[in-house]
């Protein structure tokens, strides 16, 4: 039992001190591990003008590529998340409106990192 105590506490500080040293570093890298993923998400129009509506849309969903904790990304869905386009000013005729990171939603811890297509066609008439 001499033999092990002394192999324990022979030069503690330093065994402290690695032990200390690998619970960090392994607590730096678990919550730090970052990764992206992709996910289809509806698009939809907002802001419709009363006297327009929508006869044709180019897409019905857009490609949102996100960035977060891997383990949050693993519990997110699309419906999740929401994206936009207004036709806040929108006259009948042809309709082209952009589709950036910014109108799209996301849960809280992941961040947006692209969306595809950047653009939205469609036409617009009056009721």
């Given amino acids: 039992m001499t033999g092990l105590r002394t192999l324990l506490l022979e030069n503690w500080p330093l065994k402290v001190a690695s032990l200390v040293f690998a619970v960090g570093l ?7 591990e970052r990764t992206d993923a992709v996910f289809s998400v509806p698009l939809e ?3 419709r003008p009363p006297d327009v ?3 044709s849309l180019g897409v019905d ?10 383990s949050r990304l693993r519990q ?7 994206a936009e386009v207004s036709l806040k000013n929108a006259k009948p005729g042809r309709f082209v409106g952009r589709v950036q990171v910014d109108n799209v939603s996301a849960p809280p811890g992941v961040r ?3 969306v595809t297509p950047t653009e939205v066609r469609a036409v617009l008439v009056t009721r």
């Fill in 26 to 32: 392994w607590l730096f890298v678990a919550t730090e």
């Fill in 112 to 114: 947006v990192v692209r």
């Fill in 61 to 70: 969903t857009v490609i949102v590529r996100v960035e977060g904790r891997r």
């Fill in 45 to 47: 129009l907002v802001d």
């Fill in 76 to 82: 997110l869905h699309e419906d999740d998340f929401r």
């Fill in 53 to 55: 509506e929508v006869t």
